[in-house]
């Protein structure tokens, strides 16, 4: 490449003045002589020094030039040797132009670790590197699946029966700590009997406790035995967790809290604990235990989800006609379990269960149980007399509300009855009994049952948008 004279405007911009002659101004400062090395000594020209005067640089070896066998690293394995100047240590120095790189044929400098070993990079293998590394990973998987299918097609079947095969058992070492499920059912499961009720062709299954040994009284529910009662023909049954049975007599129901006590001529049953339903709380752990849809024994577990509950009850095919202030839980109940037990952590029963809230007859998560003090109340004035008694306020009412306050509006008083002697009018809705709210018909029916007949109770009501209170003495139901 030739390069182009300057301009006469690039000369005159960058070229020498007209009154200097040298590249540099007169005046410049000089650099000091070199000095001059002193010469080596004698032992290292002897040693290192050229063969003859006058000669310089790198020189043929002693004997002459190299045999036929030529290195790569012989000094005169190339022709212009003599003239190359990294072989002639005193060639000049010369500036020469940066490194240039093809990225094709070399992509940048060899890269060193610190020891100076050369770093292997992917981009450094050649094509001929690779597809022999390919070539080699499929050769492996290729051998490596072939042995494989060729061993798995060789090997022989093993027999399909192994005559005196015994599988290996081992100690699981389960703890069941007292309060457990399993502790609750082991221990109440012999008190619960499955109550089995026959009229003519037709059928029915429900639960029982047994509440005295001695005297073979069993507590159930009046809804489960109601249709075998004065029936000619009706049997009435009672099995046994060991799978033995009784015939059981009616000793008295009452369908206006849904209680029945039977009595069975058995030795050696086992009572189930009774306990106090005034102790339980919201949250506390149960176990249901009964023969829901005919399978005796069957437990379940779950919470109390709520108290004092109000419950209509309505046995179809029976006589009841109640309203429980019920126990609710979330353990499973079926039907089946009617008359069953409900039990707390100890293993005492404090719920008789009766009822479930359902959408297609089966359990929902939602159960109701008659609280235990309200089952002895009723079982002991069954067993004493036969009967049980209740209190009445003489009115018939529903449910209603105004938005802001819930009550039970009085539909009709009876003649005679504590409400008509207390001044009670049709279109009263009445809000509370003795202090207590009352927000439905259901409520209103709890809370007088929860006196006993002659009591005498403050009913407040509200008519013509005034609250009124009137004292009743209630009457026998």
Not at 118 to 137: E, H, Y
Not at 215 to 238: C, K, L, M, P
């Amino acid at each position: 490449m030739t390069a182009s004279l300057p301009s006469p405007g690039q000369q005159a911009a960058f070229g020498r003045p007209a009154t200097v002659d040298g590249p540099f101004a007169d005046g410049r400062p000089t650099a000091p002589p070199r000095p001059t090395p002193p010469p080596p000594a004698e032992a290292l020209l002897r040693a290192f020094g050229p063969a003859g005067t006058g000669q310089r640089g790198l020189q043929e070896p002693p004997g002459g030039r190299p045999g036929r066998r030529r290195t790569a690293t012989g000094p005169w394995w190339k022709p212009d040797a003599r003239s190359d100047p990294w072989r002639d240590p005193y060639a000049p120095a010369g500036l020469g132009a940066p490194a240039v790189y093809d990225e094709e044929t070399q992509p940048g400098p060899i890269v060193v670790d610190p020891k100076g070993r050369k770093k292997l990079r992917l981009r450094d293998l050649s094509v001929r590197l690779w597809v022999l590394g390919l070539v080699a990973v499929l050769l492996v998987a290729a051998i490596g699946g072939g042995a494989g299918w060729y061993l798995t097609k060789t090997n022989d079947e093993t027999p399909l029966l192994s005559p005196g095969m015994q599988l290996p058992e081992v100690d699981p070492g389960v703890s069941r700590e007292p309060g457990s499920v399993s502790d609750i059912a082991e221990s109440v499961t012999p008190a619960v009997v499955s109550i089995e009720v026959r009229v003519g062709q037709a059928g029915a299954t429900g639960s029982g406790v047994v509440i005295d040994a001695d005297q073979g009284y069993i507590v159930t529910n009046n809804h489960v035995v109601s249709g075998a009662d004065d029936v000619d023909g009706a049997e009435i049954r009672a099995v046994f967790f060991d799978g033995s049975g009784s015939a059981a007599r009616i000793v008295g129901r009452d369908p206006a809290s849904d209680i029945a006590v039977l009595k069975v001529e058995k030795p050696g049953l086992v009572p189930a604990a009774l306990g106090d339903s005034e102790d339980v709380v919201v949250g506390d752990p149960v176990v249901a235990i009964g023969s829901p849809l005919g399978l005796a024994g069957t437990v379940t577990s779950g919470i109390v989800s709520a108290l004092d509950r109000p419950v209509r009850l309505a046995g179809e095919g029976s006589d009841t006609n109640a309203v429980i202030s019920a126990v609710q839980t979330d353990a499973p109940i079926n039907p089946g379990n009617s008359g069953g037990a409900l039990v707390d952590a100890s293993g005492a029963v404090i719920g008789i269960n009766t009822a479930i809230a359902s959408v297609g007859g089966g359990s929902v998560g939602l159960g109701f149980a008659i609280p235990m003090d309200t089952v002895r109340d009723i079982s002991e004035q069954l067993i004493s007399t036969g009967e049980a008694v209740h209190a009445s306020l003489g009115v018939n009412t529903r449910s209603v509300t105004d938005g802001t306050r819930d009550g039970a509006l009085v539909l009709n008083v009876e003649p005679g009855s504590a409400a008509a002697a207390a001044g009670l009018e049709e279109e009263d809705v009445v809000i509370a009994v003795e202090g207590e709210p009352v927000g439905s018909s259901e409520e209103l029916v709890v809370a007088v049952d929860a006196h006993d007949p002659g009591d005498t109770i403050t009913v407040e009501v509200v008519r013509s948008g005034s609250s009124q209170e009137f004292r009743a003495t209630l009457d026998r139901a």
